[in-house]
């Protein structure tokens, strides 16, 4: 299970890589590479809740800002967003940055917990699996 950590770590490493050719690469990379971080953390056994807590606040807060533009992906009938980007159909860049950062947020809100599980030491399955 502690491998999983750096599991974790490798594919946000590559989705920050991936956003390189991207307009707006460094918040992406930035986002990515902290879960990467975190990630790493915890695998080395050095996760306190606040490192993982603190960005998963920040990226929740982001994340809300494309809450809008998710739900009017949503009242448009879902339309297809795994084709190429177009100036004229920016639902395409908005839903995938919504569930960007909604994975980015999520993996970032389960390292809090795991990471508050362990240093309240009543979480002795997470504490074997770590």
Known sequence: MKYLHLLVAALFVLCAYWQLNDPDWNKWVAAYGIVAFVAVRAYSGGLRP?????????????????????IQWLQDGTPNIATEMKTEEPHIELTREFFGLLLCWGTLAYYTYWAWKRQQGGGAQVQKNA
Request: overall charge negative; proline content about 10%.
């Open 50 to 70: 606040i490192v993982a807590g603190l960005p998963a606040l920040a990226l929740f807060v982001w994340w809300c800002t494309y809450v809008p533009d998710f």
